[in-house]
């Protein structure tokens, strides 16, 4: 099995529901996402960026596409919602060999971290605008690499 880094993103903070009931990224989600992406330039790689199609997960993406990976190209993808099992995104990360980075929700990003690193409950603290980067050795055990935080981005 081909080795790849997997990068987990939990989109940035969001309008209520009541306030929009699209729910975009607040003024707030934005600047997270934008300074953890200034934190990480240069440091990501992936030819791939996904996510669910929630306007928030979208924006997230495409903020995080146009300031880390412009060259990638973007995509929603079915069976990111924040309640969807994880279980077929992760079988399907089995056939992959190129790095890929997923803009999704809680629980579902924290579900699917722990899940790949085969514990059974969730592990990782994910906030709004929180992305990980995971490792998949040559044997498909998966291990966490690091963790940015926006409170972690803006020090």
């Known amino acids: 099995m081909a080795s790849m880094v997997l990068y987990?993103?939990?989109?940035?903070d969001a309008l209520s529901g009541e306030a929009d009931p699209d729910r975009p990224l607040s003024e707030r989600g934005t600047a997270d996402v934008?300074?953890?992406?200034n934190v990480l330039s240069g440091n990501i790689e992936t030819s791939v960026v996904v996510h669910s199609g929630k306007t928030?997960?979208?924006q997230t993406a495409e903020l995080l596409h146009e300031r880390l990976t412009p060259q990638a190209v973007i995509q929603a993808w079915d069976?990111?919602?924040?309640?969807?099992?994880?279980?077929a995104v992760a079988d399907g990360l089995r056939s992959r060999d190129a790095n890929l980075l997923i803009v999704g929700h809680m629980p579902f990003v924290g579900r699917l971290a722990s899940h790949l690193m085969g514990i059974d409950r969730e592990v990782l603290a994910?906030?709004?605008?929180?992305?990980t980067a995971m490792n998949r050795d040559s044997t498909g055990s998966w291990i966490l690499a690091w963790m940015l935080t926006p409170e972690l981005a803006s020090r």
């Open 79 to 87: 069976g990111l919602a924040p309640n969807d099992p994880v279980d």
């Open 126 to 131: 994910f906030r709004p605008a929180t992305i």
């Open 56 to 58: 928030r997960a979208r």
């Open 8 to 12: 987990l993103c939990q989109h940035g």
């Open 34 to 37: 934008c300074n953890v992406a």
